[in-house]
């Protein structure tokens, strides 16, 4: 079989993937505290250990693949709710949240008194401060910009605050939470400033994404003509050729 196919193949599966993660992405703009996912392509020469390869044969034997994907971390606009227990995080961090699967991480701050009076998120997973479950009873609840936790003025706990220095250590898990890919990654304690009353909105420019996805599907369409080239025009030549 014509090597450029597999070569061609390999461009259509990672557009795939990319229209994947792009689509992921505009569907979750209006997802608060959600990340952008952002794709790399990278190319896999087959030829490039090939003592006998020629210059063409360097050239079809390119595989481009989807290497992985990454994090956009930057912070989303934040939008006044005046709610006492919503909270937006500006820089790097993570809020810690302990959920029947282990402990997961999010930047979704809108956060409820769950069963027991702890503060929860809201799927009821507890959020973790410095000192484990942070316990809230009736009264005014403030939460200050270094993540300190108040009830009637006194001080209960401060949010336990993390990030990671590889953006890709992070993995969706779906409800707003991320996980350490492989459970490998380190978590660091981080210092963002953390908003009360204010949820942070998604960090998706949806212009851009659109923008994004018209060019996988030129790129998709390109590699079908060219696809279809191979088929029914060179090999059929060849073939003919060959018959002579």
Avoid: C, W
Wanted: aromatic share 6%; no cysteine; proline share 3%.
């Amino acid at each position: 079989m014509n090597s450029g196919l597999y070569t061609a193949f390999s461009g259509l599966r990672a557009q795939t993937t990319a229209l994947d993660l792009v689509s992921h992405n505009l569907a979750n703009v209006n997802t608060a505290g959600f990340k952008e996912g952002r794709a790399f392509f990278t190319l896999l020469n087959q030829a490039v250990n090939d003592p006998d390869s020629t210059g063409l044969g360097a050239v079809i034997n390119n595989q481009v693949v989807l290497a992985e994907g990454a994090l956009n971390e930057s912070d989303g606009s934040q939008v006044a709710t005046n709610r006492d227990l919503d909270i937006a995080l500006a820089g790097n961090g993570y809020l810690t949240v302990q959920t029947p699967r282990g402990v997961r991480y999010t930047r979704f701050g809108s956060l409820m008194i769950g069963k027991q009076d702890v503060l929860s998120t809201r799927e009821g997973y507890a959020v973790l401060g410095e000192n484990g479950r942070i316990p809230l009873g009736p009264g005014k609840v403030r939460i200050d910009e270094q993540g300190g936790v108040y009830l009637e003025g006194n001080l209960v706990d401060r949010l336990k605050l993390v990030t990671f220095a590889d953006p890709r250590a992070l993995q969706r898990e779906g409800a707003s939470l991320m996980v350490p890919a492989n459970g490998k990654a380190q978590a660091t304690p981080a210092q963002p400033q953390v908003q009360q009353g204010y949820l942070e909105q998604s960090n998706v420019n949806a212009v851009a994404s659109v923008v994004g996805l018209i060019g996988i599907l030129r790129h998709f369409e390109a590699i079908q003509k060219s696809v279809n080239l191979l088929m029914n025009d060179i090999n059929a030549k060849a073939i003919d050729r060959l018959g002579r």
